[in-house]
């Protein structure tokens, strides 16, 4: 998958009936770019030449969440986390180390159940491989 353009991502926006400011196309990037979900804090660390304060950030993410281009989920810990919601991220489970707050998203068909079509925020939890050692 090559990666889209800032025009890509401001044209996305536009779409979804948002104003394509800085600000929201750094975010979305941040976003794009991550492949697990994000907290707040996280995407304030990531977000390119971090300019932008933590309540932009914040309301950038909430607006996204709003129009279907991320999706926000709470894994057990009450923090939100966020994440592109692009085709190849939809409908799938989150391994949550108990140890390091970790919180990696599984390949679609890691949890399947039979009679069930897809399966939607299940939350696994254990240890990661780094805090096993
Ligand atoms: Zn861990
Ligand atoms: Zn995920």
Redesign the pocket.
Known sequence: MTKPSDADLRANLRERGLRATGARVAVLRVLLDADRPLSHADVCDLVEGGGFDRATVYRNLTDLVDVGLARRSDHGDHVWRFEHSGAELHEHAHFV?T????VACLPPEAVKVEGVAHVQDVHLRG??V??AD
């Open positions: 180390c140890e390091c707050g970790t240890v990661c780094t805090c």
